[in-house]
Structures are given as structure tokens and as C-alpha cells.
């Protein structure tokens, strides 16, 4: 922190010159064991921006596509790959007065409307000029190192997540994640960063991955890994 000081001096007047609003933005976040604490970044947004996530929700890069209507779906003739391969009709037929529909694309419905744990935008309206350069370079994230120096988390670990995004990953299918220490950078972070847009499920994959893997020397490769990743533009 101490050699990075003029670095931060200079963000701090670049952000304030820019638009109103505090330098530092702090949000709670769910990390290690579901633990909740303070997570501060610099501010890279407009003031206000996390109440503009409803109207944005439909611009959500991890949202599945739109559900089908069950009548719709009944039209189509659903098959899952089970009754494909079985060479059969439907063998898990669901009947509500006169439409009938397929049990496991019913449930595949209901898993699209509950809606994606995460979120994130894909050229984000809310981001100020200063604030994209910011997160291109992972300098909206040196803030951090106050949560790492205060216990709140490591250097390396799967990113803590927002309050509405970890109650979604509560089954134990997803959980694993929250074993691991919660940290700046981590294996997703690494390993997609200026790759295109992830899937949500790739994302969970690789925070389990981590969960199941992390160790002092693993974590030595995540971070000499993050420097060239540093140099890779988060918008590709």
C-alpha cells in the first residue's frame, strides 16, 4: 500500500474531477463460509448506480434466455434427451387441466424464471470514463488490500459475492465454493479474464475447482498467473 500510495493519490483526484460522489465504494459481500463483511473498491460507477439493476436486468450477460410458454412448449413436441434416446413419447408427462407438458421441462422453466445468481453487464452504462480504465486494469480493486490487512480475505481466493447472488448458492451442489478463502484474484479470474463472456455454470465450476484445490504454492501459480491477465481488456 505504501508503494502504490501515488498511484492511489492520482485515482482519488482523476475520480473526483470526473463525477461527484466518495472515492471508495463499499458494498457488503458473502465470502469464506458464508461469513459477511465490508468489500471496498474505488467508486467506478455513477452515484446511485445499484439502483438502476432492475431496468438493467434484461442486459444481464449470465440470464438465461427467456422461458417458453408451457402451451407453447406442448406444441413444439419437448423431448428431453432421456425419451430421445429412449425413442419414445414423453415418459415424464405433467397435466394441468387441458395442457399437458414434460416434468423435466417444467422444471428447467422454473429454474429460468427463479433468474441467474449472477450479475453483470456487458458494456455497463453506469461506468464512468475513469471508472473503465479502473477495471480494465484491476485498479478498481487495490482498495481490497485493506479487506486482506483487517482478516476479511486473501490474495487469492473465489471473489466474495453480493448478498442477492450468494442466498441463490445455498444446495450443495454450489456451497462448495464458500469453503475456500475469499480473495482479490482467483482461478476464474485467471483463466477467462479477456476471453469473452463466461456461463454462469463455468464460473461455479471453476470457484469448486478452487475450493477443492487451494493451497499456499496453488495460489503462488494464481498470482504470477493474474499479471499478464492484468494487461488483458475485461470487455473482450
Excluded at 197 to 226: C, G, P, Q
Aim: one cysteine or more; proline letters at 5%.
Amino acid at each position: 500500500l505504501i508503494l502504490l500510495s501515488p498511484l492511489l493519490l492520482v485515482i482519488c483526484i482523476l475520480l473526483k474531477l470526473e463525477s461527484r460522489g466518495p472515492i471508495f465504494y463499499y458494498a457488503l459481500r458473502v465470502g469464506s463460509g458464508y461469513r459477511t463483511f465490508k468489500f471496498y473498491k474505488f467508486r467506478s460507477m455513477y452515484v446511485n448506480a445499484d439502483q438502476r439493476l432492475k431496468e438493467l436486468k434484461h442486459l444481464n450477460q449470465y440470464a438465461p434466455a427467456a422461458a417458453t410458454d408451457p402451451v407453447e412448449q406442448q406444441q413444439e413436441q419437448y423431448l428431453c434427451d432421456e425419451c430421445k434416446a429412449a425413442g419414445t413419447q414423453c415418459r415424464f408427462p405433467m397435466y394441468s387441466d387441458k395442457v399437458r407438458w414434460c416434468e423435466k421441462q417444467y422444471n428447467d422453466t422454473k429454474k429460468t424464471k427463479a433468474g441467474s445468481a449472477f450479475f453483470k453487464l456487458k458494456d455497463d452504462p453506469r461506468i464512468t470514463k475513469v471508472g473503465k480504465f479502473i477495471r480494465n486494469t484491476s485498479i478498481d480493486e487495490l482498495p481490497q488490500l485493506w479487506n486482506v490487512i483487517i482478516g476479511d480475505m486473501s490474495i487469492v481466493g473465489n471473489r466474495p459475492l453480493p448478498l442477492y447472488e450468494a442466498e441463490k448458492l445455498t444446495t450443495d451442489k454450489y456451497a462448495m465454493r464458500f469453503m475456500a478463502p475469499a480473495g482479490i484474484t482467483g482461478l476464474w479470474q485467471v483463466e477467462k479474464r479477456g476471453k469473452g463472456e463466461m456461463s454462469e455454470e463455468e464460473r461455479l465450476v471453476l470457484d469448486n475447482k478452487y475450493a477443492a484445490n487451494h493451497s499456499f504454492w496453488y495460489d503462488i501459480k494464481l498470482i504470477l498467473k493474474t499479471i499478464p491477465a492484468l494487461f488483458q481488456s475485461e470487455t473482450v
